[in-house]
């Protein structure tokens, strides 16, 4: 590889790491901080959300995904 395409896939790379993804999972357990969320198929536990948000299981709620972190916004 040419060291310019070099650069290019590692910024790249980075871009795709810090692109943030709105999602949506199901609640299915809910904390005092922290849910957990049924996302694709697998209970993600510990999951935050806003203050303004109150949980409730069985909500459509609304994720920002960034990598490995979640935390839900609300619900739909």
């Known amino acids: 590889m040419k060291s310019a395409d070099i650069i290019l896939a590692t910024a790249q790379r980075a871009a795709m790491n ?5 999602r ?3 609640v299915t357990a809910v904390a005092a ?3 957990t969320v049924d996302l694709d198929g697998i209970d993600v536990p510990n999951v935050p959300f806003l203050k303004s948000y109150t949980p409730t299981v069985g909500d459509r709620a609304w994720l920002l995904y960034q ?4 935390v839900a916004l609300g619900a739909n």
């Open 67 to 70: 990598g490995t972190t979640l």
């Open 33 to 35: 901080k922290h849910i």
């Open 18 to 22: 810090s692109a943030v993804t709105l």
């Open 24 to 26: 949506f999972a199901e």
